[in-house]
């Protein structure tokens, strides 16, 4: 196994986010589930949008949300994702490029718009997702460049991936090329809903080894085993997956191996904000940690302070030098 | 004189701002004048976008913030400014329709993209501005709709529209149109370089009373006056316009007619995030006071009042509906 080039490399979908801030009652009005990201087409895009309010614009992807994390804390990131040579496409790609993330996969020349989700933040801080997924849908194998994957000690992506008709393609090609280098390749389960449309792929992921290691919050584990109860989603999560963690939103998280469970409480806030990227930027925590050689309590710590940076403002990208705050925290950097 | 159809008109440059936190380092390497706005071409626009890290993006333009501020004040207000047919302009249109602003400029369906900052926020929360105008240079005479403009009881102005070569133009026949219907006609001075570029013909506007009112911060006025004694410039804004307000910073603000001083306090706030919008919305509930028939000093208090809240946070649109925070504070909605 030759020396990484990078430490962490994500795959998804590459998704311009369109906040704005609401009351419960649009979620009601417009049949939303609190919490969950649905998959909108081009007309109830356009019918959302002329519902929402004025709105704020930050880069997004729950893939890159995590790697544009991942380089925050100062490790060596890269991102393979579709947009397309429109206005936005240009300003993700400015944005993941200037967080010095390395993004070479080709811009798509025609076909749909870059991706956006129309993202309602309710006064609690939930997020709801609706989400075109325009260019993203056309990630594809050819995408991906094999010597990129094999120089990335972790190869990260999202069970998002799932919902464009390639993308899955493009993520059990990346997985082989990772695993054949000898690398460590992990999955999010990103989402409760998409854990039900593809449950049985997510569980022969884990049960084939395709992917080492699982991220998934309690929602989409009591989906993933149809289930109520988190102690025996847990108990049955250690059997299928060599290696896991659960995120738990204000009561941290648990780290979970054949051997050992570690629980790592969450970081105390002051007022929730914006959920938006909670998940993703645990993950880059966590993943820093690990490609350190943090302990698993430290790594979940390093999520756990990344995860409480994000939901303290508007989007899922940091708004500050994460390496810094750790190092203000007395963590491993 | 009919009744008014809007409280307040605002037209400017439609701007699209991509604000991005940065440290004074970089203002100094790029030869930027800290807190002023300067003009961009699009090579010079596309060299800044580089060397700038992950943006923010929320929907701008002066006179625009000012306008969705009235709104948000729940006053009856309309919007007149150039953008163009593409992604950015469609958020733009979205985000201003959607703060209940009536919105109906044609949109340019060729030449340059809808214009936009490159916004630096700078750790002390000031903002320096660069901005590419693109499709906002070509707001004419033809933009403006006399029927609009006779509904306004005020119709405001940016100093900014000097800029642009037609829009001065759209300015003047505005003003025509306004006075004839027996409205207000007030104008902001927007910034101290612009000042300095427009200075006789700003005075011009104001001696010959084609602007009622004007707003300008103690940068502006001191640059109108090429003095360095704020006292002695404001004795000669006395003599040169009716009535004036001059913004100044956490001190208040001052306004100023033919016989009388009233000065008004800041909001004390705990953070500066990003002064962006601050005359803007300083401006907004200053002529939302007007509109209602509230004295200086309450309409001073509710121009201190939008201030605060847009500067406590990125971007230089209203975060909360400001009726409900004027009354929360006491304040006359």
């Known amino acids: 196994m030759t020396t990484a080039k990078y430490d962490v490399l994500g ?47 930050v880069s997004g992807g729950s893939a890159a949300n995590t790697i544009t994390g991942v380089a925050a804390f100062g ?60 260019a993203a849908q056309n990630l594809r194998p050819a995408d991906i460049d094999p010597e990129q994957i094999a120089a990335a000690s972790i190869t990260y992506l999202e069970g998002y991936l799932w919902d464009p008709a390639d993308a899955k393609n ?33 569980l022969d992921l884990m049960r084939g080894a395709t992917v080492d290691l699982v991220f998934a919050n309690e929602a989409e584990l009591l989906s993933l085993y ?54 993703d930027l645990f993950a880059a925590g966590f993943l820093f940690g690990l490609v350190r050689g943090a302990s698993h309590e430290q790594a979940g710590r390093l999520g756990a302070l990344a995860a409480a940076e994000i939901i303290q403002h508007i989007g899922a990208r940091p708004q500050v030098s994460l390496k810094e705050l750790a190092q203000k925290h007395g963590l491993p950097v």
């Open 11 to 57: 795959i998804g979908n590459a998704i311009f986010d369109i906040l704005v801030r609401t009351d419960d009652a649009f979620l009601t009005r417009h049949g939303m589930a609190k919490g969950s990201m649905a998959l909108i087409d081009e007309a109830q895009a356009a019918a959302i949008y002329s519902a929402m309010g004025p709105a704020t614009e």
């Open 75 to 134: 490790a060596r990131a890269a991102y393979v994702g579709k947009v397309k040579d429109d206005q936005i496409g240009r300003m993700y790609s400015h944005d993941i490029r200037a967080a010095n993330v390395t993004f070479t996969t080709p811009v798509a020349t025609d076909g749909p718009a870059t991706g956006c989700s129309y993202i309602l933040v309710t006064p609690d801080g939930e997020r709801t997702m609706n989400t075109y997924l325009g």
């Open 170 to 202: 493009a993520f059990v090609k990346a997985s082989k090329i990772a695993h054949d280098a000898g690398r460590t390749v992990a999955l999010t389960l990103s989402d409760a809903f998409c854990v039900h449309r593809y449950r049985d792929e997510f």
């Open 226 to 279: 149809q289930s109520t109860d988190v102690d025996a989603a847990l108990a049955q999560l250690r059997k299928d997956a060599a290696f896991a963690v659960v995120t738990r939103s204000e009561k941290g998280c648990v780290v979970v191996t054949k051997d050992k469970i570690t629980a790592v409480p969450a970081f105390p806030i002051e007022k929730v904000v914006d959920t938006t990227g909670a998940g």
